[in-house]
C-alpha cells in the first residue's frame, strides 16, 4: 500500500526552532511538498523537494532523503502565528498525491 | 486573481439525497484536483483533471460519486444518495501544467448529511 506518516502533534516555544517529519513508503516518487494548513482555512502550498538533502527557503526548510522514505519541514525563529496543521504530501506514481494526516504545531510564548 | 473558488461554502443535506458540489480553478491552471478531509481520515484525493479530462479517480466511491469537468472553467463532484459518511469538507485544487506539486486549494464546502 501507499503510506504517509506524521506524528499528530508536536509543540515548540517561540523564537525557537521545530522540525516536523514525515515518512512515506509509495510505489513510486515524483517529489513531496509540503503545506500549511490554519484551523478552518484551505491547505496552503510551502515547499517542494524532489531531490536529497536540505533545501534552505530562509524560516521554512526542508530536507529529503530519498533512499529512507524520510522528509523534514524545519521551521526556524518561531512565532506564536506558525501554530498550525503541516501536511507531507507525496506525488507517487501517476499523479495521484497522498497526503499524510498532518502535525499540529502549537508555538507557546 | 480571485483564487480557487467553491461553492457553495455549506451544504446540509438529508439521507438518500444528491449534493452538486461546484468548483472554479485558477484562470490557467489546467489541472484540478479534488479532495475530502475529514478528522479520521485526513486529506484523501477523490479525482484529478488534466485540461479537463479524467486522469484518475481512483480515489472516487465508484457507487455514488462522480466528477466532471465540462469546460477549463469549473468543475462538479456531484454525490448521489449521500449518506452521513460522507460528511466532510470537500476540497477542489488546481495548479499550473506539469506543477502538480504546488497545488492551489479553494475555501472547501462542508457537506453535512443528516
Known amino acids: 500500500g501507499q503510506g504517509v506518516e506524521q506524528p499528530a502533534k508536536l509543540m515548540s516555544v517561540e523564537g525557537t526552532f521545530a522540525r516536523v517529519n514525515c515518512t512515506y513508503s509509495?510505489?513510486?516518487?515524483?517529489?513531496l511538498s509540503w503545506y500549511q494548513q490554519r484551523e478552518g482555512q484551505a491547505p496552503v502550498f510551502l515547499s517542494y523537494?524532489?531531490?536529497?538533502g536540505l533545501k534552505d527557503s530562509g524560516h521554512f526548510s526542508t530536507f529529503l532523503s530519498r533512499s529512507n522514505g524520510y522528509s523534514y519541514l524545519l521551521l526556524t525563529e518561531l512565532q506564536i502565528k506558525d501554530s498550525a496543521s503541516y501536511l507531507c504530501?507525496?506525488?507517487?506514481?501517476?499523479?495521484?498525491?497522498?497526503f499524510g494526516s498532518g502535525t499540529r504545531l502549537l508555538v507557546s510564548p | 486573481n480571485a483564487g480557487v473558488i467553491q461553492t457553495p461554502r455549506h451544504k446540509v443535506t438529508g439521507k438518500g439525497q444528491e449534493a452538486t458540489l461546484w468548483c472554479e480553478p485558477i484562470?490557467?491552471?489546467?489541472?484540478v484536483f479534488w479532495y475530502r478531509q475529514t478528522i479520521v481520515q485526513g486529506l484523501e484525493f477523490l479525482t484529478y483533471?488534466?485540461?479537463?479530462?479524467?486522469?484518475?479517480d481512483s480515489g472516487m466511491p465508484k457507487e455514488r460519486f462522480s466528477a466532471q469537468m465540462p469546460n477549463q472553467s469549473h468543475s462538479t463532484l456531484k454525490i448521489q444518495s449521500t449518506q452521513p459518511q460522507d460528511s466532510a469538507v470537500y476540497l477542489c485544487?488546481?495548479?499550473?501544467?506539469?506543477?502538480?506539486?504546488?497545488?492551489?486549494f479553494g475555501p472547501g464546502t462542508r457537506l453535512t448529511v443528516l
Open positions: 504530501a507525496v506525488r507517487a506514481g501517476g499523479y495521484k498525491v497522498v
Open positions: 485544487a488546481s495548479s499550473l501544467p506539469g506543477l502538480g506539486y504546488e497545488q492551489y
Open positions: 509509495t510505489s513510486g516518487f515524483n517529489g
Open positions: 484562470s490557467g491552471h489546467s489541472a
Open positions: 483533471f488534466r485540461n479537463q479530462a479524467p486522469i484518475d
Open positions: 523537494v524532489v531531490l536529497d
